[in-house]
């Protein structure tokens, strides 16, 4: 109960702060994503599991759309490697069959655990090449984009996907 509480009060603290960064926001979902992995990783309950990969397919579907139609593009326009954000292109597209076959099981199915598991794999190593110091948010911040205002963008199109996916 007290992290359900804690969870807006840190998301109203974070609107009166003004918009994130644009690096900081989608380091942000990376934490929260591996936390609840961490979670799936540690519970037995079948219900538990379920509700914690929804969670996760869900984050994971919207991080990945804000990425491509918001950040990769803005990064390629400047002076961010083509083969960096090639790369997180294609890792997307394997973390995207993999959440489709998720998100279509159970716990309990044949192989569940196990694709919960590869997906978080996955997801630790675009991460990885995402924060690493001479990675893609690296060379983001060294392109010199409005990373204030490319967070205030990320931070609209992800509240946007959010309210659609709630419907």
């Not at 159970?106 to 630790?124: N, Q, R, T």
């Not at 690296?138 to 392109?143: G, K, N």
Request: aromatic content about 6%; some cysteine.
């Amino acid at each position: 109960m007290a992290q359900a509480q804690a969870e807006p009060r840190a998301r109203k603290a974070a609107a009166k702060a003004g918009p994130l960064d644009a690096i900081a926001l989608l380091k942000a979902d990376h934490r929260t994503v591996e936390d609840w992995f961490a979670q799936f990783e540690k519970t037995r309950s079948d219900a538990k599991k379920l509700n914690l990969a929804q969670k996760i397919c869900d984050a994971l579907t919207v991080h990945t759309m804000i990425e491509e139609e918001v950040f990769y593009p803005a990064c390629r326009a400047e002076e961010v490697e083509d083969d960096i954000l090639d790369e997180a292109y294609v890792e997307h597209d394997g973390a995207k069959k993999l959440i489709a076959e998720i998100k279509a099981g159970k716990p309990g199915d044949e192989y569940f655990d196990a694709k919960v598991k590869v997906l978080s794999e996955m997801i630790k190593h675009h991460v990885h090449e995402e924060e690493m110091r001479d990675g893609l948010f690296a060379q983001a911040r060294r392109a010199d984009l409005d990373m204030k205002e490319l967070g205030a963008r990320l931070q609209a199109r992800k509240t946007a996907l959010m309210s659609k996916m709630k419907r």
